[in-house]
Each structure stands twice: as C-alpha cells, then as structure tokens.
C-alpha cells in the first residue's frame, strides 16, 4: 500500500526524498545560527547575535516552504532531528567562516536537487526550488561581504565592535 501511495503523488518520489533531506539540512542550520547568535550574546556582540537570530528564524522558514511543499503535493515531510551542533567558537570571524561554508554546503545540495529534477522531468519541483536557488546566491553574498569586513578593518578592540554594529544594521 505504501509504494502505491507513494506513485501518486504529484512529485517524484527520489525528489520528495531528496527534499526531506534538505528539511533537515535547513534545520540544522536554523539550530547552527541559534548556537551561533548564543556565542555573540554570551560575549557582548548584540548586533552579531539579532543577525544570526534572525538567520535562524530564516533557516527555519526554509525548512517548513519545503515541508509545506511535499505536504501539499501528495508527499509526507518528516520533521527532523538534530543534532551535532557547533556550540563553541574562537572568534566572530570563525563564525561568520563557518556560516559561509554551511550557506555553500546548502546551495550545493540545492543544486543537486534541480539537477535530479531536470534529470526525471519534475518541472513543478525544480519550478519550487528556483526561489532557493536566488536565495542562496543572496545568503552566500551577504556571508562573503561580512567576511570583507574583518579582512579591510581587523578583528581586534574597536575594528570588532564596528563590524558588530555593522552586521546589526545591515551594511
């Protein structure tokens, strides 16, 4: 009975699996940010901990657009476990390093979803995941132009507090 359920559903079904993946890759990085925006709260970097609160929320919509996805399309989403999450950290930049290589991480599987969409002629799937394939490029930019920062300014005494404040208001 499972297996026919699973043949009429509007999706492929290697797709709905590689999907479900990617849930728990999304919330995975939604608790990753949360551990990260702890660190900045626990050593005085307030506008660095907004910032990744907020990529955390943002990681967590993600997770439930594909979720919702699957669900509406005939699917069954399952909710995710985590765990493995990075809690300790040496620096604001070695966040911000290990951000960047979990957004590449992310835009990589991302990739490899449409690649297998256009592969099986999933068109309403691979039409979904264009939305995440424009996002990523953004979140990858925004890591890369905060990294810059700690390149041209430093990561000592006040260079660190002006990229803080810098990160809380966007620039």
Same mark, same amino acid.
């Given at each position: 009975?499972?297996?026919?359920?699973?043949?009429?559903?509007?999706?492929?079904?290697?797709?709905?699996?590689?999907?479900?993946?990617?849930?728990?890759?999304?919330?995975?990085?939604?608790?990753?940010?949360?551990?990260?925006?702890?660190?900045?709260?626990?050593?005085?970097?307030?506008?660095?901990? $907004?910032?990744?609160?907020?990529?955390?929320?943002? %990681?967590?919509?993600?997770?439930?657009?594909? +979720? !919702?996805? /699957?669900? &509406?399309?005939?699917?069954?989403?399952?909710?995710?476990?985590?765990?493995?999450?990075?809690?300790?950290?040496?620096?604001?930049?070695?966040?911000?390093?290990?951000?960047?290589?979990?957004?590449?991480?992310?835009?990589?599987?991302?990739?490899?979803?449409?690649?297998?969409?256009?592969?099986?002629?999933?068109?309403?799937? $691979?039409?979904?995941?264009?939305?995440?394939?424009? %996002?990523?490029?953004?979140?990858?930019?925004? +890591? !890369?132009? /905060?990294? &810059?920062?700690?390149?041209?300014?430093?990561?000592?005494?006040?260079?660190?507090?002006?990229?803080?404040?810098?990160?809380?208001?966007?620039?």
């Amino acid at each position: 009975m499972k297996d026919i359920v699973r043949q009429k559903i509007g999706i492929n079904v290697d797709i709905m699996d590689m999907l479900n993946e990617q849930i728990s890759k999304e919330a995975h990085s939604s608790s990753a940010y949360l551990a990260m925006a702890s660190w900045c709260d626990h050593n005085g970097l307030t506008g660095s901990a $907004e910032f990744l609160y907020k990529q955390s929320l943002e %990681e967590r919509d993600h997770m439930m657009k594909i +979720f !919702r996805f /699957i669900n &509406e399309n005939g699917g069954t989403a399952y909710s995710p476990e985590v765990s493995n999450i990075l809690h300790d950290f040496n620096s604001l930049q070695e966040i911000f390093e290990t951000a960047l290589d979990q957004e590449i991480a992310i835009t990589k599987s991302i990739n490899n979803i449409v690649a297998k969409c256009r592969k099986v002629q999933d068109f309403a799937s $691979e039409n979904f995941l264009q939305w995440f394939v424009h %996002e990523q490029m953004e979140e990858e930019n925004q +890591f !890369r132009r /905060i990294l &810059e920062m700690f390149d041209l300014m430093g990561t000592d005494g006040i260079a660190l507090k002006l990229i803080d404040e810098r990160i809380k208001h966007g620039e």
